[in-house]
């Protein structure tokens, strides 16, 4: 099979946290196969840039023929460029191989030390964005680039304006440095503005954050994703980098471009990514916890719905199993909707009698453990397998439905003992994943007790 390949023309990042090394895992990330041009290359670490050693522009225009000369380059990314000579070098190949870049005005790094020279910005409005099709600045960089003071959403947008009146093609502004509830993003392509919002993530510093931005969007561009869908993906993708960042060094953290548990790569809206952060962190939880002993042993799955959920894509659950090694509880597999059939059904079956209770996570049978579950303080309800009607579809939608309806309500807790090649099972229900993941541990400790 084919990849897809991206470029990026950037500076180099010894630490690996930034510049060509982090554009290079990016494109990986995506699965596809990255080349890269260097522009400059620093002695930094996640500290500080103590050093910037400019290339030679001829060595620069090399490296872009030779590519060129070589491969079909299905997009572009640009990163530090420096000064204003490097900045009309790259311009002009630009305009030669007729490229639609992903430009990123790289001018500080995150260490707050400078990346630009003091012609950059000037050069950079008078030769390369007008040939840029999509912007990624930063607040600070885009208010350099303007002229203009960013203090709300408003002024954003004005800034996105006065960014497309230079040339570029579409403005993104990256709303990080924003005092907002949120870190909200604006991308603007000339007549609609497009607003994509995530919770800040606190106590990261993120370096490298830009680049790897600008490169996820180069990246996803190369999959031929239309521009806002590059940048909504994008965000997502970051954020779950970021979030999942680790310090490698003495100073700033940096992404992990190697997810233990990838977010999917776009959500209808900002509930479903709700629902499915707080899924991921009780999942989490869970498997530092639980007893090998507690796990069945076809595995574990665990569901959260989206509030008045009616269908199974509109419920969050592992992509997999949550399964016992020989000494630890792991999750094998990732954490999406419309990935579980069984659990997921088990949730439906419960919101259509009680809206609120949208989570369920299965544990072992046993009937100490259902025992267990009648004295920490659990209402319990069960189905037998051998009276489901043969019309019946789902055997967890109506075994839940049996359960309820000869309870009268929705209990904590619902079993059944199996059948012939159905391994019998528990289930914990909860209003949301950490109110299931507490019962679980309240029955944890009186069965350690």
Not at 231 to 243: G, S
Not at 257 to 271: Q, V, Y
Not at 410 to 437: F, H, Q, W
């Given at each position: 099979m084919k990849k897809k390949i991206a470029l990026s023309v950037a500076g180099s990042d010894p630490s690996g946290g930034a510049g060509i090394q982090a554009d290079l895992k990016s494109f990986s990330f995506l699965g596809l196969h990255g080349t890269t041009?260097?522009?400059?290359?620093?002695?930094?670490?996640?500290?500080?840039?103590?050093?910037?050693?400019?290339?030679?522009?001829?060595?620069?225009e090399n490296q872009i023929d030779i590519l060129f000369g070589d491969f079909h380059i299905d997009a572009v990314k640009t990163g530090m460029l420096y000064d204003e000579e490097i900045?009309?070098?790259?311009?002009?190949?630009?305009?030669?191989?007729?490229?639609?870049?992903?430009?990123?005005?790289?001018?500080?790094?995150?260490?707050?030390?400078?990346?630009?020279?003091?012609?950059?910005?000037?050069?950079?409005?008078?030769?390369?964005l007008p040939k840029t099709f999509i912007l990624t600045a930063n607040i600070p960089e885009a208010?350099?680039?303007?002229?203009?003071?960013?203090?709300?959403?408003?002024?954003?947008?004005?800034?996105?304006?006065?960014l497309l009146s230079f040339g570029s093609k579409y403005a993104l502004i990256k709303g990080g440095h924003l005092d907002t509830k949120n870190a909200i993003d604006v991308l603007y392509d000339g007549k609609i503005f497009h607003e994509f919002s995530l919770p800040r993530?606190?106590?990261?510093k993120a370096h490298g954050s830009g680049c790897t931005l600008s490169a996820i969007i180069t990246g996803l561009l190369a999959l031929e994703e239309t521009p806002v869908e590059a940048?909504?993906?994008?965000?997502?993708?970051?954020?779950?980098?970021?979030?999942q960042g680790y310090t490698p060094g003495k100073g700033s953290d940096v992404l992990s471009?190697?997810?233990?548990?990838?977010?999917?790569?776009?959500?209808?809206?900002?509930?479903y990514f709700d629902v499915w952060f707080e899924l991921k962190n009780a999942i989490q939880k869970l498997v530092s916890i639980l007893p090998l002993t507690f796990v069945p042993e076809v595995g574990m799955n665990f569901a959260y719905a989206v509030k008045n959920a009616q269908k199974l894509d509109e419920i969050c659950a592992v992509d997999g199993r949550i399964l016992k090694t020989k000494d630890k509880v792991r999750l094998y597999g990732n954490i999406d909707f419309g990935s579980s059939k069984h659990v997921a059904s088990i949730v439906l079956a419960v919101m259509s009698v009680d809206k609120n209770v949208r989570s369920a996570v299965n544990i072992r049978y046993s009937k100490n453990i259902v025992e267990l579950c009648k004295k920490t303080g659990f209402s319990v309800g069960s189905f037998d397998r051998k009276n489901e009607p043969a019309n019946v579809t789902s055997t967890m939608e109506?075994?839940?439905?049996?359960?309820?309806?000869?309870?009268?309500?929705?209990?904590?807790?619902?079993?059944?003992?199996?059948?012939?090649?159905?391994?019998?099972?528990?289930?914990?229900?909860?209003?949301?994943?950490?109110?299931?993941?507490?019962?679980?541990?309240?029955?944890?400790?009186?069965?350690?007790?």
């Open positions: 041009v260097i522009t400059c290359i620093t002695s930094q670490n996640t500290q500080h840039v103590k050093k910037i050693h400019k290339l030679p522009v001829e060595i620069i900045i009309k070098c790259v311009a002009k190949k630009i305009s030669e191989y007729t490229l639609s870049p992903v430009v990123d005005p790289v001018m500080i790094a995150t260490s707050g030390d400078t990346l630009s020279q003091n012609t950059f910005v000037n050069s950079f409005k008078r030769y390369l208010c350099e680039l303007t002229g203009l003071s960013i203090n709300s959403i408003e002024d954003i947008k004005k800034t996105c304006q006065k993530i606190p106590n990261k940048v909504r993906k994008a965000k997502y993708i970051i954020w779950d980098m970021i979030n471009h190697s997810c233990e548990i990838a977010m999917p790569s776009t959500f209808p809206n900002n509930e109506w075994g839940t439905k049996h359960a309820i309806s000869k309870l009268g309500f929705v209990p904590d807790v619902v079993y059944d003992t199996g059948s012939i090649g159905k391994e019998p099972m528990i289930r914990v229900l909860g209003n949301n994943p950490e109110d299931a993941l507490s019962k679980l541990k309240k029955l944890l400790k009186k069965y350690e007790k």
